[in-house]
Nanobody, 120 residues
């Protein structure tokens, strides 16, 4: 079992910045990938950014050049950050962190989500 806690959302004006954080803690499981997804009202949950165990990153086209995902690892605790700059109203959504393990089984553990609102 991996416990995932995501936080750091808030309300900002267009052009502003926010930094989301996610802690994934699992004493006997190794987290392979951590990712951020977002879901706007009435829309599906989409991938925003992810980082793998070898620090390979991947971003949605809509956030490339504006968002940066990073990770720090400490034994059973992985902490991922999503730095969001030049925010736009269309970035408004609930952002969810997901931690993926490969052993002993492929599993995805989700945080509860944190609201990001970009509005003037």
């Amino acid at each position: 079992q991996v416990n995932v806690v995501d936080f750091g959302g808030g309300s900002v004006q267009p052009g502003g910045s926010l930094r989301l954080s996610c802690e994934a803690i699992g004493s006997q499981l190794s987290v392979d990938t951590m990712a951020w997804y977002r879901q706007a009202p009435g829309k599906q949950r989409d991938l925003v950014a992810r980082i793998t165990s070898d620090d390979t990153t991947d971003y949605a086209d809509s956030v490339k050049g504006r968002f940066t995902i990073s990770i720090s690892r400490d034994h059973a605790k992985n902490t991922a950050h999503l730095q969001m700059n030049s925010l736009k109203p269309e970035d408004t959504a609930v952002y969810y962190c997901a931690a993926t393990t490969l052993l002993p089984l492929y599993s995805v553990y989700w945080g509860r989500g944190t609201q990001v609102t970009v509005s003037s």
